[in-house]
Nanobody, 122 residues
Framework: QERLVESGGGFVQPGGSLTLTCTRSGSVFSVKRMGWYRQDQGKERTLVAT???????ISAQSVKGRVTISMDNAKTTETLQLNHLEPEDTGMYVC????????????????WGQGTPVAAPS
């Protein structure tokens, strides 16, 4: 069974930096996309950044210039580097993978982690 586990969250001083990692366990046939979303309690998820196996990236306007997202060669782990944290960056950061379970699959499956909290108090 596939599972996503995040790490690296915590309290960060204003202007500081953090590195979040997400590692997938379990076998998959292929990976379509990996990404990070931010969600506060009672609010909808907001995209932070995504990356494809070929290196194509998308990031939210609010973090452009401050964020770097990457994945390892095995396509099991993604890393989010966020610099110059602002209070608006506070929230639960949730890892997301779109994967294909097996070769004959006709659609991708979405995997979600439980999230790692990030707090950048003013």
């Amino acid at each position: 069974q596939e599972r996503l586990v995040e790490s690296g969250g915590g309290f960060v001083q204003p202007g500081g930096s953090l590195t979040l990692t997400c590692t997938r366990s379990g076998s998959v046939f292929s990976v379509k996309r990996m990404g990070w979303y931010r969600q506060d309690q009672g609010k909808e998820r907001t995209l932070v950044a995504t990356i494809t196996p070929r290196g194509g990236t998308i990031s939210a306007q609010s973090v452009k210039g401050r964020v770097t997202i990457s994945m390892d060669n095995a396509k099991t782990t993604e890393t989010l580097q966020l610099n110059h944290l602002e209070p608006e960056d506070t929230g639960m950061y949730v890892c997301h993978h779109e994967i294909q379970n097996y070769k004959l699959s006709t659609s991708y499956v979405e995997l979600w982690g439980q999230g790692t909290p990030v707090a950048a108090p003013s």
